[in-house]
């Protein structure tokens, strides 16, 4: 073989491998870009979340590690927290509304840490004694906060942190651990929480009590999502897991079929993006996270995270980019077409 074919064959294999590498955006029609970040050993991605800009991304760590990402250059900047062998899992964190310098991080034995990225140290500390925090969300217009393990909601301003503060008991709410908390995108009063009891229960933070209930989803991550009147759960259970309900009747309209082989769906996140026609969700049956046309009950889209279970999500205020986690060692940056 001559050296002139021996290298056009050469250049010919590494495109090859090139193309094989890109293979997101060729399989998936829905996917434009793909990065992947890898954080080495820090014991699974826990939560994450974007920046209100699409500045910053956070993730929380198993081993007590925060990792913040920065999206416009796509660098990851050094760790806001250090992990360690013995550290407690950053079980949720959370940016303030409007503001891409703040965010909030809470850990396993109710320990939340309020951060500001232009200081690079925190500012605050609260403590939750006897509640293992598990979610937690701000109201659109950044006034309200409410923690989910035992459920609790706070009003807020951002450095008079908790004016004032209430606890929701099990006996008006939830019997069982809480692993959710989502807040009415429109209206501030209003959020909703699910977990292991098998209901998903609507809240008005004006009356300190369950308005609403819907029986049937099993969450067991972050698996409730709301746009306008349309409520996405993301259960884990084999079949039929992932559904849509009405706000204001809580009657079951829609399964949305998300293909499986034989070890079932079992959903731990599920998100609406760009509107209610295309959801996320994934979890431990498929270990991918599907992107799916409520419309035409099709997937235009798949990620995979190395076979582990997808256990974080978070979508852009746009819907254009995702952000995945799972109990390995990276996270993927997704922007869809």
């Given at each position: 073989?001559?050296?002139?074919?021996?290298?056009r064959?050469?250049?010919?294999?590494?495109?090859?491998?090139?193309?094989?590498?890109?293979?997101?955006?060729?399989?998936?029609?829905?996917?434009?870009?793909s990065?992947?970040?890898?954080?080495?050993d820090?014991m699974?991605?826990?939560?994450?979340?974007?920046?209100?800009?699409?500045?910053?991304?956070?993730?929380?760590?198993?081993?007590?590690?925060i990792?913040?990402y920065?999206?416009?250059?796509?660098?990851?900047?050094?760790?806001?927290?250090?992990?360690?062998?013995?550290?407690?899992?950053?079980?949720s964190v959370?940016?303030?509304?409007?503001?891409?310098?703040?965010?909030?991080?809470?850990?396993?034995?109710?320990?939340?840490?309020?951060?500001?990225?232009?200081?690079?140290?925190?500012?605050?500390?609260?403590?939750?004694?006897?509640?293992?925090?598990?979610?937690?969300?701000?109201?659109?217009?950044?006034?309200?906060?409410g923690?989910?393990?035992?459920?609790?909601?706070?009003?807020?301003t951002?450095?008079?942190?908790?004016?004032?503060?209430?606890?929701?008991?099990?006996?008006?709410?939830?019997?069982?651990?809480?692993?959710?908390?989502?807040?009415?995108?429109?209206?501030?009063?209003?959020?909703?929480t699910?977990?292991w009891?098998r209901?998903?229960?609507?809240?008005?933070?004006?009356?300190?009590?369950?308005?609403?209930?819907?029986?049937?989803?099993?969450?067991c991550?972050?698996?409730?999502?709301?746009?306008?009147?349309?409520i996405?759960?993301?259960?884990?259970v084999?079949?039929?897991?992932?559904?849509i309900?009405?706000?204001?009747?809580?009657?079951?309209?829609?399964?949305?079929?998300?293909?499986?082989d034989?070890?079932?769906?079992?959903?731990?996140?599920g998100?609406?993006?760009?509107?209610?026609?295309i959801?996320?969700?994934?979890?431990?049956?498929?270990?991918?996270?599907?992107?799916?046309?409520?419309?035409v009950?099709?997937?235009?889209?798949?990620?995979?995270?190395?076979?582990?279970?997808?256990?974080?999500?978070?979508?852009?205020l746009?819907?254009?980019?995702?952000?995945?986690?799972?109990?390995?060692?990276?996270?993927k940056?997704?922007?869809?077409?």
């Amino acid at each position: 073989m001559s050296a002139g074919t021996r290298r056009r064959l050469e250049d010919a294999l590494n495109a090859g491998k090139e193309i094989e590498n890109n293979s997101d955006s060729v399989s998936n029609g829905g996917i434009q870009k793909s990065v992947e970040v890898d954080f080495g050993d820090v014991m699974g991605v826990y939560s994450v979340n974007f920046s209100f800009n699409q500045r910053y991304l956070v993730t929380g760590c198993g081993n007590g590690a925060i990792q913040v990402y920065e999206c416009t250059t796509g660098r990851k900047k050094r760790p806001l927290k250090h992990g360690s062998l013995y550290g407690l899992p950053i079980t949720s964190v959370k940016f303030f509304p409007f503001k891409d310098e703040q965010l909030i991080t809470a850990t396993a034995d109710g320990t939340m840490t309020c951060w500001d990225l232009e200081s690079w140290n925190f500012f605050k500390t609260l403590d939750e004694s006897h509640n293992e925090i598990s979610a937690m969300d701000f109201s659109h217009d950044g006034k309200v906060f409410g923690t989910a393990g035992k459920v609790r909601v706070d009003t807020n301003t951002f450095f008079f942190f908790f004016r004032r503060e209430f606890i929701l008991s099990p006996e008006s709410g939830h019997g069982r651990k809480v692993f959710a908390l989502k807040f009415h995108p429109f209206d501030d009063n209003i959020f909703l929480t699910g977990g292991w009891d098998r209901c998903i229960k609507v809240w008005d933070v004006r009356s300190d009590q369950v308005v609403r209930s819907i029986h049937g989803p099993y969450i067991c991550g972050d698996g409730i999502d709301i746009w306008e009147d349309s409520i996405l759960t993301a259960s884990w259970v084999a079949h039929d897991a992932l559904q849509i309900w009405d706000f204001k009747s809580g009657h079951l309209v829609e399964v949305i079929p998300f293909p499986h082989d034989e070890h079932g769906e079992f959903l731990y996140v599920g998100r609406f993006c760009s509107g209610s026609d295309i959801v996320a969700a994934g979890g431990s049956g498929t270990n991918d996270l599907k992107i799916i046309n409520r419309n035409v009950h099709k997937v235009i889209a798949s990620v995979e995270e190395g076979g582990k279970p997808i256990q974080a999500l978070d979508v852009s205020l746009d819907g254009n980019k995702l952000v995945i986690g799972s109990s390995g060692n990276c996270i993927k940056i997704v922007t869809l077409t």
